[in-house]
């Protein structure tokens, strides 16, 4: 029989604490019980500032409470990361280099090595190139969704993953709302909607932490001496662990991943000390497969282009030493932090201070654990004088539980002074009424269609959601509330990608610039681009055949003897070196192109006619 504990009586300190709903009744006493959720070994003192809550009865549904759970995250997710994917804005200059030299793969042949025009695209891995390739060659679609869609993919499965990570540490409640945290925050969903490797680097990151939380914390509240007596891990548990440490390798950086999963789960056994934590995953057949997935691909490419190796050393130890890419201050991710975790960070300082409390409470838990993982690859990247935000994907998501306990912390107070939850009801209804009637007087001034499309829809989409959470707020309904806001947030997040992005768009232009170009290049003539990696842009966005050349000054060596007329796609800039090679003339220019810094500097369209060379080679040829 269930045994429950008054927290004000005297009692043992420590004990496991339920928590079944968002919200809890201020007259509810606090309560405990040894078979809880979360969290683990929870003091008096912190668990005074919590309630009890009650989560709904799912024992009568026929549908699995995970299944039904599961299913409305990836719903979610779906919608807030492949909306307007592919029409809110043009391939940035980072897409660029993934969907330009996999779009290359398909044409060539060359599955093996990435390149941009005539030079090997070695910076990265090919990982992320193979799904792009495949899927475009699948649809027979080049363009931004089939670009985009498997970061989105990789998203969502990032989301379903910490759901369950999170689940399995804390609890079901806290781990639906860890994933929405997880969806939601804003470098996720920046992210996840961008052609680049960092989301599915995340997910392989995150689904390696959790195969390693499965052996680590067995799915029940362990007593403190069984963190030193652990289950025995099952083959798939092992297996999955090293195939996934391999596979990080051809994401992002050959080792980069299994250097940060490295310093994770290493760290993690000497601050328990025990390092039967790491040898119980000690399989030689296991780590075979790991190295053999981690070096087959810089074998080959090596084999072929030795200059590979000197380039993965500039661009691993030049990053680490800034000299190459972003350098920034020491201070810089205590400044990003809250920013990449908006909106959630009020929630996050809220939960900080009693999340710390239950690190401290049992150095060995799953709370300890994710302070762990953040805080390593904070102190690791803060090391680095080359820095930059997107660097934090793989240590944030250790925060979500701390953001999870943060909402509760802020719905006990709410509960405990009913005043609060009208204030706060008075104020979403006010907003609410003022989006109703922004959007009234928008429509009655008869303003343009994208304002009106903003009035008609996005107004009181607004307007719904905080009415929602307001009314949730002031009847103190916990699991209402907590959709209420997801829906909120999730509003806010599309109304920002349909309306805000497209207006934002620096790239716009450029793509606009190529399909003129497409129009205005006969077919019969060469077309050839050059500017070293930025040509990229220039091979995925033109439909017809385009050589690329990596430097102007080889562009001589590659036009066709017999031409009349060789079109040139190069920045404005480049005039003086186009000039020896015939007469030459603009024909197109770009009306803005971005890091240009001037009109000159801008995307051009060159004509260069040789017509003496041509009359020449005929001759020749009769």
């Known amino acids: 029989m269930e045994s429950s504990y008054d927290l004000i009586g005297k009692r043992p300190q420590f004990r496991d604490y339920l928590l079944s709903d968002w919200f809890g009744k201020s007259g509810q006493g606090l309560r405990l019980t040894k078979n809880a959720d979360w969290p683990n070994t929870l003091s ?85 190139h193979w799904l792009v390739a495949s899927l475009s060659l699948l649809t027979g679609v080049w363009n931004e969704w089939t670009v985009r869609i498997p970061s989105a993919i990789a998203g969502i499965g990032v989301v379903l993953v910490i759901w369950r990570l999170m689940t399995r540490l804390f609890g079901k409640e806290v781990g639906a709302i860890a994933a929405v945290v997880q969806a939601t925050s804003v470098y996720m969903v920046t992210y996840a909607r961008l ?54 390798s051809l994401v992002k950086g050959v080792l980069f991943g299994a250097v940060l999963f490295s310093l994770t789960i290493g760290g993690w056994a000497v601050w328990k000390r025990d390092f039967k934590t790491l040898l119980r995953w000690y399989h030689p057949y296991a780590i075979g497969l790991c190295l053999l997935i981690t070096f087959a691909w810089p074998a080959a490419v090596i084999s072929t282009e030795p200059k590979a190796v ?35 960070t009020p929630w996050l300082i809220w939960g900080l201070v009693p999340f710390t409390q239950l690190a401290k409470a049992d150095r060995t838990g799953p709370q300890a654990f994710c302070l762990w993982w953040f805080a390593s690859h904070f102190v690791l990247f803060s090391c680095s004088s080359g820095k930059h935000h997107h660097y934090l994907l793989y240590a944030l998501p250790a925060l979500s539980p701390v953001v999870a306990l943060g909402l509760v912390q802020a719905g006990r107070s709410l509960s405990c002074s009913p005043w609060q939850g009208r204030a706060w009801s008075l104020v979403g209804y006010t907003v609410a009424v003022v989006a109703i009637a922004a959007a009234i007087g928008l429509g009655l001034k008869g303003f343009p269609q ?144 971005r890091r240009a810094t001037s009109e000159l500097d801008r995307y051009t369209l060159f004509r260069i006619s040789r017509p003496l060379i041509a009359e020449q080679e005929r001759a020749r040829a009769n």
Request: glycine residues 8%.
């Open 44 to 128: 008096a003192k912190v668990a005074g500032k919590c309630a009890l809550m009650n989560s709904p009865d799912f024992s009568g549904s026929r549908i699995p409470p995970w299944v039904v759970t599961g299913c409305g995250l990836t719903l979610f997710c779906g919608l807030l990361y492949l909306w307007v994917l592919g029409s809110n804005r043009a391939l940035t200059n980072h897409e660029v280099y993934l969907a330009g030299p996999a779009k290359q793969m398909v044409l060539t042949g060359n599955w093996l090595i990435p390149s941009i025009g005539d030079q090997p695209w070695l910076e990265k891995p090919p990982l992320p």
């Open 195 to 248: 052609a680049e490797g960092d989301v599915l680097l995340q997910l392989l990151f995150v689904a390696a932490i959790s195969l390693f939380a499965i052996g680590e914390f067995p799915n029940r509240q362990p007593a403190a001496s069984d963190h030193q007596s652990p289950v025995k891990l099952r083959p798939v548990l092992v297996w999955g662990l090293w195939t996934l440490i391999g596979l990080m």
């Open 310 to 344: 000197t380039l993965w050393y500039q661009h691993t130890f030049g990053r680490v030493a800034g000299e190459i890419g972003y350098t920034e201050p020491w201070w810089y991710y205590f400044s990003q932090v809250p920013v990449q975790m908006l909106p959630w």
């Open 450 to 593: 994208e304002t009106l499309w903003v009035a008609a829809v996005w107004l009181p989409a607004l307007a719904i959601a905080i009415g929602f959470l307001a009314n949730s707020l002031r009847r103190q309904q916990g699991l209402s509330s907590l959709l209420s806001l997801g829906m909120l947030v999730l509003v806010a997040h599309l109304l920002v990608q349909s309306e805000v992005m497209p207006r934002r768009d620096r790239s716009l232009a450029d793509k606009q610039f190529l399909a003129e170009v497409a129009e205005a290049v006969p077919k019969e003539s060469p077309l050839f681009a050059t500017g070293a990696e930025e040509m990229a842009r220039h091979l995925f966005y033109l439909s017809r055949p385009t050589t690329g050349v990596w430097f102007a000054a080889d562009l001589a060596d590659r036009f066709p003897a017999t031409a009349e007329d060789v079109y040139v796609i190069a920045r404005g800039t480049e005039l003086e070196r186009l000039q020896p090679l015939g007469k030459t003339e603009v024909v197109l220019r770009s009306r803005a192109t």
